[in-house]
């Protein structure tokens, strides 16, 4: 199977991109569409391997779910037949566990693997099953199998207060509680725009959900049926991947369509190091090198925060930067796999100690204290990258060791692609539509 990327860099990419539909926001819309009656259409829908995945999930589950146009995906509402997410591919696919809101509405019990998805960390689902538990559902861990016993007895409700939010832990309980004759408040709910997508999905299908600010409320209803075909909004990461590109080459890419608000973080950071920002019509934006970037210093945080997926293509900007530039991840652990592989292009990047006052607080993961954390790193610019050999870990870092290589002006072969095309459509062409010299082998 070809699995890796040779790619020889060293050019400016130009040229338009067209954003594909979000990820993180077809894979939640498509297991809600499973607790739909009758038949769902969703549009831009991307085909990526976290999306086949998961419809090769819904198959083994005895469900239909097809693509029957390049990127609209139809879906059977209410038509699985078995109760039990298959251990090998639920644990490919981060969002798995989430099946268990249409499973459950089906057959009151269900049975989930530990989920599985990009290794960032330890991510723990402790938050989630506490607010499962709160609202009703009962949820056991069987170490010896690996898998939860969900069930329900009566129609889910209640409150709950996340201790620190979690963007899909909020998206489960929305689903969760959507159809019931009671109500669910949840409190410190995700911010995330991907989580309004998915209430905007459910409430134009008779859904009676509301957000005032960082508090979600679910109005339990008797039913969701599609009354108009869901397009999936573009992909945010997507979008600063190819700005990113963009300006790190020395070229200029047009990208769209995507509302500015998803990008804004992103967009306002990039202007104050000095990269070029132009809006060119409604969602259409220019990216563009236009002089030397000047060094930063980041952290992460949930929206609207500087998003956790976007600094590992920040990196590689900031490798193109005069002077040090710091980042400091606080939303996952372990999100900085890219750093000894960027070094092996020449990269000056270094894991440094940041005193943290309160690192129980400040991190949005569950701080051990007894733990050794790598959370921030220094990189000194500007430098001159060469060509190497290099092996992707996990998604975004996949889009980062691509961007650097697309910098260096030597080849490089990339190992993982199918990591990276967990989340990036039509990778390779895109890349080649800007005039950079990629191949799959
Ligand atoms: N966490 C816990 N316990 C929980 C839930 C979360 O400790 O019960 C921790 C996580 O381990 C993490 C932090 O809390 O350290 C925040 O996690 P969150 O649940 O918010 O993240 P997620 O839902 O697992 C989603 C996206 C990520 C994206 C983040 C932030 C999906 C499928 N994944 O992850 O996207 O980075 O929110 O917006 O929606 C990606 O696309 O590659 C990706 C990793």
């Known amino acids: 199977m070809e699995d890796a990327y040779i790619i020889k860099g060293g050019k400016p990419l130009r040229g338009q991109v067209k954003l594909s539909g979000a990820k993180n926001v077809a894979l939640k819309v498509i297991i809600a569409s499973l607790m739909f009656e009758g038949k769902v259409i969703l549009k831009n829908v991307p085909r990526i391997n976290d999306v ?34 298959d251990l090998y591919h639920g644990s490919k696919v981060r969002v798995s566990f989430m099946l268990a809101a249409p499973l459950l509405y089906q057959f009151k019990e269900c049975f989930i693997p530990n989920p599985g998805g990009c290794r960032i960390g330890a991510r723990p689902i402790d938050r989630i099953v506490e607010g499962m538990r709160k609202i009703g559902i009962m949820v056991e861990y069987d170490s010896q199998t690996g898998f939860y016993k969900v069930s329900l007895e009566k129609k889910p409700g209640g409150y709950y207060r996340f201790p620190k939010p979690s963007h899909t832990g909020t998206e489960f309980l929305i689903l969760l509680s959507a159809l019931s004759d009671k109500k669910t408040i949840i409190e410190n709910a995700a911010m995330e725009p991907e989580v309004d997508e998915l209430i905007r999905f459910l409430n134009e299908s ?71 920002f132009i809006q060119l019509g409604e969602g259409e934006y220019k990216f563009f090198y236009q002089k ?51 070094k092996k ?47 992707i870990h996990d998604l975004r870092a996949g889009a980062t060791l691509v961007i650097a290589a697309l910098v260096a002006p030597e080849e490089s072969i990339i190992n993982g692609a199918s990591i990276l095309e967990r989340g990036y459509e039509n990778f390779v062409d895109k890349i080649k539509i800007l005039g950079g010299e990629i191949r799959k082998i």
Do not use: C
């Open 345 to 391: 292009l020449g990269a000056q990047i270094n894991f440094i100690e940041i005193p943290i006052k309160n690192p129980e607080s400040y991190f949005f993961f569950n701080f051990d204290p007894q733990k050794i954390y790598q959370q921030a790193i220094r990189i000194i610019g500007p430098q001159t990258l060469h060509g190497g050999v290099l092996n």
């Open 206 to 276: 008779g859904g009676n959900i509301y957000r005032r600010q960082s508090t979600i409320v679910i109005e339990g209803v008797s039913k969701l049926k599609q009354k108009k075909v869901f397009n999936i909004i573009a992909d945010r990461n997507e979008a600063v991947t190819y700005a990113s590109l963009a300006v790190a080459s020395g070229g200029e890419i047009k990208i769209g369509k995507i509302p500015f608000p998803l990008i804004a973080t992103f967009v306002k950071k990039l202007e104050t190091v000095g990269g070029g």
């Open 292 to 342: 030397r970037l000047k060094s930063s210093r980041i952290e992460t945080s949930p929206h609207p925060g500087f998003m956790t997926d976007w600094q590992p293509n920040w990196a590689v900007l900031m490798t193109q930067a005069s002077g040090e530039s710091i980042i400091i991840e606080r939303v996952f652990e372990n999100r900085f796999s890219y750093v000894g592989e960027l």
């Open 52 to 85: 086949l995945e998961l419809l090769h999930l819904i198959k083994i589950l005895g469900g239909r779910a097809e693509f029957i146009e390049e990127n609209t995906l139809q879906i059977e509402g209410k038509k699985l037949s078995k109760n039990k997410v």
